[in-house]
């Protein structure tokens, strides 16, 4: 991840949300109040916008502007059911523009971590006061970079609980990723929150990632030069259950983006494209016997 530098794909995801609050009510898949406050200005990003607005993204990625929107609703319906079954505190990591933690209802009953770089936060902070304020004591904004720090040296900084049911979110992170940052990652979850804590996340099929010559694979090391965030870490499709499983983790329930399409791109949304075959969304429950 590019540490000196606000993330351009964190702006490009608020960006297609504000995209999608430009839709009658009815229309969207997706609401969020928040993101328009939180995409920059000026002519380039007023071209990028252009670009997906016109469908010219779409005909470059297939698919892909769905996936976000897609993936952005999947993960708020979880953080609603988990809500609904009582958690103490969410921890969102490599956190982006992500507006869950204002406009999800519920959620002020809990501790919101909202761990990201520094410079992406600092920018999201600057942005964010524009539309609300004061910011709501619930979120603790911790700067990190998780490529180089230890989550639980990070979060030592605030007041996360080690012994709360706290819901992980990891949105839009794994990707750039080192292996050995996912692992660390995945071991402070188990060993460092409570009964019944659990992790969503959604990840590359390690297959794209190894061929860079062709198809999505290409695609995708393009764009990642672009952002200066180049993709480096994916699971074998169908694999995520056993890796998981050996981390620590059960109830694995791995969706892949077909089944959110099912779900989710109904009625008026019926007939847009969402990409298939190259990413899902996964999601597990720390396995730990009560003592």
């Not at 469908?55 to 609703?73: D, H, K, N, Q, T």
């Not at 103490?88 to 933690?101: K, Y």
């Not at 904004?141 to 989550?151: E, G, K």
């Not at 969503?200 to 999505?216: A, H």
């Amino acid at each position: 991840m590019a540490k000196t530098k606000v993330s351009r794909s964190a702006e490009g995801v608020a960006g297609m949300r504000a995209i999608e609050m430009r839709k009658p009510e009815a229309d969207r898949i997706v609401s969020d109040p928040y993101a328009d406050a939180l995409i920059p200005g000026g002519v380039m990003f007023a071209i990028s916008l252009w670009i997906i607005e016109s469908g010219l993204y779409e005909r470059m990625a297939p698919g892909a502007v769905g996936f976000i929107i897609g993936r952005e609703r999947y993960i708020d319906e979880y953080l609603k059911m988990q809500l609904s079954e009582g958690i103490d505190q969410v921890v969102i990591l490599g956190a982006g523009f992500d507006t869950r933690a204002y406009r999800i209802p519920g959620i002020e009953r809990t501790r919101v971590f909202e761990i990201d770089q520094p410079a992406t936060q600092a920018v999201k902070l600057e942005r964010l006061k524009k539309v609300i304020d004061p910011l709501p004591p619930h979120v603790t904004f911790v700067p990190a970079d998780l490529n180089a720090q230890q989550l639980r040296e990070v979060l030592q900084s605030g007041s996360y609980d080690e012994k709360g049911k706290t819901l992980f979110i990891w949105q839009g992170v794994t990707y750039f990723l080192n292996p050995e940052g996912i692992d660390s990652t995945l071991a402070f979850i188990v060993g460092h929150s409570g009964q019944d804590s659990t992790v969503v996340f959604d990840y590359i099929y390690k297959e794209i990632l190894r061929d860079t010559t062709q198809g999505y694979g290409k695609t995708l090391a393009r764009a990642g030069k672009i952002s200066g965030e180049p993709y480096v870490f994916g699971i074998d499709k169908g694999q995520v259950g056993p890796f998981l499983a050996q981390r620590g983790f059960c109830d694995v329930i791995d969706m892949p983006l077909e089944d959110v399409k099912t779900k989710y791109f109904n009625g008026p949304n019926a007939a847009r494209a969402i990409d298939i075959g190259h990413i899902a969304i996964a999601s597990a429950r720390v396995c730990r016997t009560k003592s």
